[in-house]
């Protein structure tokens, strides 16, 4: 776990990387909400990223941990579906839930499932490594849903720009850190 906490910058330019990369089925359109549904590492990475944009987002932010979605999310929803190993039973019922309310949906994972069910249904699923445990695996969960907001307008790009270079002063810095830590 140790070498997974000290790889963390290199995690970040790897997730930048395939945000940067991935080529959204989705066209940018309008919502009235944004539901971010997983549990673990996965949910945690949705409750970051609801505090990084607190106060920029025009529409409700919610982080859902639950097996089910709140009775708001509809078809005016999106909802980004979070599950690293992509077998999560609460995180896949809530899949579920989203594509029978008709929500936008677009599933971050690495594979299982979840990829399974974006593949079927023909919805956007960016794919991560795999073969962690989901509480090392931040980086790539938080900046794909930033990629995420960014790509239907609902956040600026900038974050590349400030996550690229958090990770620039946390390789240079890394020793320091670590000793400070101690």
């Keep these: 776990m140790k070498n997974l906490v000290n790889g963390f910058p290199k995690q970040l330019k790897e997730a930048i990387a ?13 919502f009235s ?5 997983g549990l673990g590492g996965s949910g945690i990475g949705g409750s970051i990223v609801q505090n990084f944009v607190f106060g920029t987002l025009a529409v409700p932010f919610l982080v859902n941990k639950e097996y089910s979605l709140p009775e708001f999310v509809d078809n005016h929803s999106l909802v980004i579906v979070c599950s690293y190993s992509g077998n ?7 899949l579920h839930k989203a594509h029978e309310d ?11 499932k979840v990829a399974a069910f974006a593949k079927e249904h023909g919805y956007d699923c960016i ?5 962690m445990p ?6 790539y969960s938080v900046v794909q849903q930033l990629f995420v907001l960014s790509h239907f307008g ?4 900038t974050f590349v720009a400030e996550l690229t270079h958090s990770a620039i002063s946390l390789e240079e810095n890394g020793a320091e850190i670590r000793a400070y830590a101690r």
């Design 18 to 30: 395939i945000g940067q990369n991935y080529h959204f089925k989705t066209a940018p359109k309008a």
């Design 33 to 37: 909400n944004v539901v971010v549904t």
């Design 88 to 94: 999560t039973e609460e995180t896949l019922e809530s």
């Design 102 to 112: 008709g929500a936008t949906i677009v599933c971050i994972t690495s594979g299982g």
């Design 127 to 131: 794919l991560v490594p795999g073969g």
């Design 134 to 139: 989901p509480r090392s695996c931040l980086g």
């Design 154 to 157: 609902l956040i600026k790009d």
